[in-house]
């Protein structure tokens, strides 16, 4: 089994930045595709940004691609979630999820754990 810890979140202005952290624990996850979603009130989540097994392996949706940067730090057993030039579009929670694909992907069904996800919000 694999525990996932989103930390980072909080309350920031339009056009600041943020990082997210999303932690792993009960196994290394250096063989897994890691993944950022999202969930704005009353939407369905969606797909942010992803990380395949190796850290060239990258993947962002439309909305966030050249804002949004995403990483991992394999002997920290943690990916991070780089965001700038927020805006309030991008207030949701954002859920960590790890897949047992080595490649990154968009798709949901792919992954296997997630995270209980982190609050931010981003005010106008």
């Known amino acids: 089994q694999v525990q996932l810890v989103e930390s980072g979140g909080g309350l920031v202005q339009a056009g600041g930045s943020l990082r997210l952290s999303c932690a792993a624990s009960?196994?290394?996850?250096?063989?897994?595709?890691m993944g950022w979603f999202r969930q704005a009130p009353g939407k369905e989540r969606v797909f942010v940004a992803a990380?395949?097994?190796?850290?060239?392996?990258?993947y962002y949706s439309d909305s966030v691609k050249g804002r949004f940067t995403i990483s991992r730090d394999n002997a920290k057993n943690t990916v991070y979630l780089q965001m700038n030039s927020l805006k309030p579009e991008d207030t949701a929670v954002y859920y960590c999820?790890?897949?047992?694909?080595?490649?990154?992907?968009?798709?949901?069904?792919?992954?296997?754990?997630w995270g209980q996800g982190t609050q931010v919000t981003v005010s106008s």
């Open positions: 999820a790890a897949g047992y694909t080595r490649l990154a992907s968009p798709s949901s069904r792919y992954y296997d754990y």
């Open positions: 990380i395949g097994a190796s850290e060239r392996n990258t």
């Open positions: 009960g196994r290394t996850v250096s063989s897994y595709a």
